[in-house]
């Protein structure tokens, strides 16, 4: 496979609506919230990065693998507390992702999806090959490589963090090959020697024409002796269903609410200071999320806009997704350098059914409810196991004076992340007869499938912050990274031609990512930074499409095989930022602008007739954006603000898909110039918060939080690009208000709250299974929701 380039003239329309009448959601939120808007008591630290603090002295982040003020540190970051959290009602990653500007989470539908999710940082999106985001539980990463049938990335549930940090842009240095969009990291709480406490959080809600849920959990901590500290959570959240199963053709309901799902969640640790100065800390956290269904619904069916969601699958679809993380941590203070270890294992085994009867009747028939030969479709389905294995070992030696006239870190990392896939994909025809010319494998199967991935990955890095003059801080680091990769795939079956075949493949190779900074501290409250840095992702090794049964999509290609393997890809950021606490800390403001140049990057081939998909290096890209977020605390008891992402990422030049890069006729264009890359180009968040003593023993509060996503755009284009589907048009812009009332009287605090007040209904994913299927498949935000929380914070 070569890619080659042509270029030509393109002429490119964008239209942008930013603001709907559905904003009026958001002046009824504040002007409810107004009701306590009286000279009232100090507010908590507010927000940070998406919405900043008016009091940043108290927001501390590890952004750069050190305890910083988030308003001096060089970069964008959004911060989320434990207690903003809570107020905001953030109990996911698609919550968090919907109130950061520039962080994007999409759930995939349809049997291409897999029911996968997808997540990027300034668009820097893919849903193929290694991660462009990096998912860090405090030091460990746990992102996942696609590999065969994508699973999409293990994510916690939101219940005893500390902070979630969303660094945007990439993190190479520091963080490695996974960050080449940026990071997300949810840091847990450690034991404490000084302090005991507790933490509690119950919560029961309704959701409009759905089933109730609920939640309990209960964390608590401190020091046992004055050598040993622990700290233990448990939580446990149902999340009721909303769509109806229905017989297609009728509306007939035969199961209600069929999305259920249920979050079990603990974590332990206990620290031990066996001499002065040097702590050990061994901990483990388990997670185990079930669910009963997907939360996509069928288009056209049912009527959202009322609450009714419903979907026509022929075979259930329930999932599991269970992880465990066992970790030691060693941290040891030699006098101004700190000497810090992270050991970890973590280890992940998702299952799940997938419904494949109207993807079966589209391939053979044309249409999602048509008929073929010996149809049986209780016998459509996929049944997929992905297990996932990662142990890592990083030691790094830092300095951690703030007044020295340098700072430094080295650090040495190894992982190796272990990936085994078995995938059953059952005919859709009679048990036993013949399917696509040969039996079915095992009496039922169309293809039976098995993968192992192999990742090794050993880097070393370096970053130091020089201090030439008061104020100014010119940073340089580096990060050398060895990977090699091994991958094997066993697939046997009608679709492979009734027979067996292997592919081996292994890949090395080597990366420098650098950064370069220069950073101005005009005074204490005002910053001004510039940076370079680089990210990557390393190239892997991927199973053939079938030559038969894929014969005519592959020779629309000039090919008579798919690619075995891909290349990595890479980007360089510039940025240019600023963060900035004025008029005494009432307004914080934080901007930053940045282009993006991203090259060879891995992007998917979906082949139309046969349905299936191999990874390419499919040209290279530019992406441009700004991130803003103003936080404003005018008095006492009263703080607004809110936040705005921009990014306009797109191809190049035209990339062709040919094995012969000499030939008169380069093939066809599998990318064209000016396509678009990744989500919408806007996104924003406002929020209000206003705080009123209501006696000496209680405070009330009243918050409004407001997310908004605007219409995806569609570049014009001279040449129509390979499997361009038009009726995937862009998405329709969307927005999301949530309202929360109540009160705190000592460790106690009680509120109630609406979640999607204005019943958002606009789909946030559309899929359909081929290009000519007119069934579609929607997934959108769970209907308004109505609910109690009781907190209690000792």
Request: glycine share 8%.
């Given at each position: 496979?070569?890619?080659?380039?042509?270029?030509?003239?393109?002429?490119?329309?964008?239209?942008?609506?930013?603001?709907?009448?559905?904003?009026?959601?958001?002046?009824?939120?504040?002007?409810?919230?107004?009701?306590?808007?009286?000279?009232?008591?100090?507010?908590?630290?507010?927000?940070?990065?998406?919405?900043?603090?008016?009091?940043?002295?108290?927001?501390?982040?590890?952004?750069?693998?050190?305890?910083?003020?988030?308003?001096?540190?060089?970069?964008?970051?959004?911060?989320?507390?434990?207690?903003?959290?809570?107020?905001?009602?953030?109990?996911?990653?698609?919550?968090?992702?919907?109130?950061?500007?520039?962080?994007?989470?999409?759930?995939?539908?349809g049997v291409t999806g897999n029911n996968g999710a997808n997540i990027s940082i300034r668009n820097i999106a893919s849903d193929v090959?290694?991660?462009?985001?990096?998912?860090?539980?405090?030091?460990?990463?746990?992102?996942?490589?696609?590999?065969?049938?994508?699973?999409?990335?293990?994510?916690?549930?939101?219940?005893?963090?500390?902070?979630?940090?969303?660094?945007?842009?990439?993190?190479?240095?520091?963080?490695?090959?996974?960050?080449?969009?940026?990071?997300?990291?949810?840091?847990?709480?450690?034991?404490?020697?000084?302090?005991?406490?507790?933490?509690?959080?119950?919560?029961?809600?309704?959701?409009?024409?759905?089933?109730?849920?609920?939640?309990?959990?209960?964390?608590?901590?401190?020091?046992?002796?004055?050598?040993?500290?622990?700290?233990?959570?448990?939580?446990?959240?149902?999340?009721?269903?909303?769509?109806?199963?229905?017989?297609?053709g009728t509306n007939n309901v035969i199961h209600k609410d069929i999305n259920s799902q249920d979050t079990y969640a603990v974590k332990?640790?206990?620290?031990?200071?066996?001499?002065?100065?040097?702590?050990?800390?061994?901990?483990?956290?388990?997670?185990?999320?079930?669910?009963?269904?997907?939360?996509?619904?069928?288009?056209?069916?049912?009527?959202?806009?009322?609450?009714?969601?419903?979907?026509?699958?022929?075979?259930?679809?329930?999932?599991?997704?269970?992880?465990?993380?066992?970790?030691?941590?060693?941290?040891?203070?030699?006098?101004?350098?700190?000497?810090?270890?992270?050991?970890?294992?973590?280890?992940?085994?998702?299952?799940?059914?997938?419904?494949?009867?109207?993807?079966?009747?589209?391939?053979?028939?044309?249409?999602?409810?048509?008929?073929?030969?010996?149809?049986?479709?209780?016998?459509?389905?996929?049944?997929?196991?992905?297990?996932?294995?990662?142990?890592?070992?990083?030691?790094?030696?830092?300095?951690?004076?703030?007044?020295?006239?340098?700072?430094?870190?080295?650090?040495?990392?190894?992982?190796?992340?272990?990936?085994?896939?078995?995938?059953?994909?059952?005919?859709?025809?009679?048990?036993?007869?013949?399917?696509?010319?040969?039996?079915?494998?095992?009496?039922?199967?169309?293809?039976?499938?098995?993968?192992?991935?192999?990742?090794?990955?050993?880097?070393?890095?370096?970053?130091?912050?020089?201090?030439?003059?008061?104020?100014?801080?010119?940073?340089?680091?580096?990060?050398?990274?060895?990977?090699?990769?091994?991958?094997?795939?066993?697939?046997?079956?009608?679709?492979?031609?009734?027979?067996?075949?292997?592919?081996?493949?292994?890949?090395?190779?080597?990366?420098?990512?650098?950064?370069?900074?220069?950073?101005?501290?005009?005074?204490?409250?005002?910053?001004?930074?510039?940076?370079?840095?680089?990210?990557f992702r390393p190239g892997g090794a991927q199973p053939i499409v079938d030559p038969n049964f894929c014969a005519t999509d592959l020779?629309?290609?000039?090919?008579?095989?798919?690619?075995?393997?891909?290349?990595?890809?890479?980007?360089?950021?510039?940025?240019?930022?600023?963060?900035?606490?004025?008029?005494?800390?009432?307004?914080?403001?934080?901007?930053?602008?940045?282009?993006?140049?991203?090259?060879?990057?891995?992007?998917?081939?979906?082949?139309?007739?046969?349905?299936?998909?191999?990874?390419?290096?499919?040209?290279?890209?530019?992406?441009?954006?700004?991130?803003?977020?103003?936080?404003?605390?005018?008095?006492?008891?009263?703080?607004?603000?809110?936040?705005?992402?921009?990014?306009?990422?797109?191809?190049?030049?035209?990339?062709?898909?040919?094995?012969?890069?000499?030939?008169?006729?380069?093939?066809?264009?599998?990318?064209?110039?000016?396509?678009?890359?990744?989500?919408?180009?806007?996104?924003?968040?406002?929020?209000?918060?206003?705080?009123?003593?209501?006696?000496?023993?209680?405070?009330?509060?009243?918050?409004?939080?407001?997310?908004?996503?605007?219409?995806?755009?569609?570049?014009?284009?001279?040449?129509?690009?390979?499997?361009?589907?038009?009726?995937?048009?862009?998405?329709?812009?969307?927005?999301?208000?949530?309202?929360?009332?109540?009160?705190?009287?000592?460790?106690?605090?009680?509120?109630?709250?609406?979640?999607?007040?204005?019943?958002?209904?606009?789909?946030?994913?559309?899929?359909?299974?081929?290009?000519?299927?007119?069934?579609?498949?929607?997934?959108?935000?769970?209907?308004?929701?109505?609910?109690?929380?009781?907190?209690?914070?000792?």
């Open positions: 496979m070569n890619i080659v380039f042509r270029e030509y003239t393109v002429h490119r329309t964008e239209g942008q609506t930013l603001f709907s009448c559905r904003r009026i959601a958001l002046a009824a939120g504040v002007a409810a919230a107004a009701l306590l808007s009286q000279p009232a008591m100090a507010a908590d630290a507010a927000e940070a990065a998406a919405a900043p603090a008016a009091d940043s002295s108290d927001i501390i982040v590890t952004a750069q693998r050190r305890e910083q003020n988030v308003l001096k540190v060089p970069l964008s970051v959004a911060t989320f507390s434990q207690a903003k959290m809570d107020t905001q009602g953030i109990r996911q990653i698609d919550d968090i992702a919907r109130l950061t500007p520039s962080l994007r989470f999409t759930r995939t539908s090959g290694a991660a462009t985001t990096a998912i860090y539980i405090d030091d460990t990463p746990i992102q996942i490589r696609s590999v065969g049938y994508f699973p999409g990335n293990p994510y916690p549930r939101v219940f005893d963090l500390e902070r979630v940090e969303v660094l945007r842009g990439p993190q190479g240095t520091l963080f490695g090959a996974g960050a080449e969009g940026g990071a997300v990291r949810f840091i847990t709480p450690q034991p404490s020697f000084s302090d005991f406490s507790v933490y509690g959080r119950t919560e029961v809600s309704t959701t409009e024409h759905g089933a109730p849920s609920y939640e309990a959990g209960l964390a608590a901590g401190g020091p046992v002796t004055d050598k040993i500290a622990v700290r233990f959570s448990a939580w446990y959240r149902r999340d009721g269903g909303y769509i109806d199963e229905v017989t297609p332990a640790a206990i620290s031990w200071r066996p001499i002065d100065n040097l702590t050990i800390t061994p901990g483990i956290y388990y997670q185990n999320i079930e669910a009963n269904g997907r939360n996509q619904y069928w288009e056209g069916y049912g009527n959202p806009s009322k609450g009714d969601y419903v979907t026509g699958h022929t075979n259930a679809e329930p999932s599991s997704d269970r992880f465990y993380l066992p970790s030691l941590k060693v941290n040891y203070d030699l006098g101004r350098v700190q000497l810090i270890s992270n050991t970890s294992y973590f280890s992940r085994k998702q299952h799940q059914i997938l419904d494949y009867a109207n993807y079966l009747s589209t391939l053979r028939s044309g249409s999602p409810f048509g008929t073929y030969a010996n149809k049986d479709a209780t016998n459509a389905f996929a049944d997929l196991t992905n297990q996932q294995r990662n142990f890592i070992q990083e030691v790094r030696i830092q300095s951690y004076n703030d007044d020295s006239l340098v700072d430094w870190t080295v650090g040495g990392y190894y992982s190796r992340t272990k990936q085994h896939l078995i995938y059953y994909s059952a005919s859709g025809r009679i048990p036993g007869v013949i399917s696509s010319g040969y039996p079915q494998y095992l009496g039922r199967y169309n293809l039976f499938e098995l993968i192992d991935a192999n990742d090794r990955q050993f880097a070393g890095y370096a970053n130091v912050d020089i201090k030439p003059i008061n104020g100014v801080k010119i940073t340089l680091g580096g990060r050398f990274t060895h990977n090699k990769f091994d991958f094997v795939n066993f697939r046997t079956g009608p679709v492979n031609s009734g027979k067996d075949s292997t592919v081996l493949n292994s890949q090395k190779e080597n990366q420098f990512t650098p950064k370069i900074g220069v950073t101005w501290q005009v005074d204490n409250n005002n910053m001004l930074y510039a940076s370079a840095s680089k990210g020779a629309n290609l000039k090919v008579t095989t798919s690619p075995t393997g891909y290349k990595r890809d890479s980007l360089w950021s510039y940025e240019v930022g600023s963060k900035n606490s004025l008029f005494g800390g009432m307004l914080i403001v934080d901007a930053n602008a940045y282009l993006i140049k991203w090259k060879k990057l891995q992007q998917a081939i979906r082949l139309p007739t046969c349905g299936f998909t191999f990874i390419g290096n499919l040209g290279n890209a530019t992406g441009k954006g700004f991130d803003v977020s103003v936080a404003l605390k005018p008095f006492r008891g009263f703080q607004i603000g809110g936040s705005l992402g921009y990014n306009h990422t797109t191809i190049d030049k035209d990339a062709y898909f040919d094995g012969d890069p000499s030939d008169a006729n380069p093939g066809v264009i599998v990318r064209a110039k000016g396509q678009r890359v990744g989500g919408p180009p806007w996104s924003a968040t406002a929020f209000a918060e206003m705080t009123q003593p209501i006696s000496t023993s209680v405070d009330g509060y009243a918050r409004v939080d407001y997310s908004f996503t605007g219409t995806g755009v569609r570049s014009t284009v001279p040449a129509v690009p390979y499997n361009y589907d038009a009726s995937l048009y862009p998405l329709k812009s969307s927005d999301y208000v949530t309202v929360r009332v109540g009160a705190k009287f000592g460790a106690f605090d009680a509120s109630f709250f609406v979640n999607n007040l204005t019943n958002e209904t606009t789909p946030l994913a559309r899929n359909h299974d081929t290009i000519t299927s007119p069934l579609y498949y929607d997934e959108s935000y769970r209907p308004r929701t109505y609910g109690l929380t009781l907190q209690a914070r000792y």
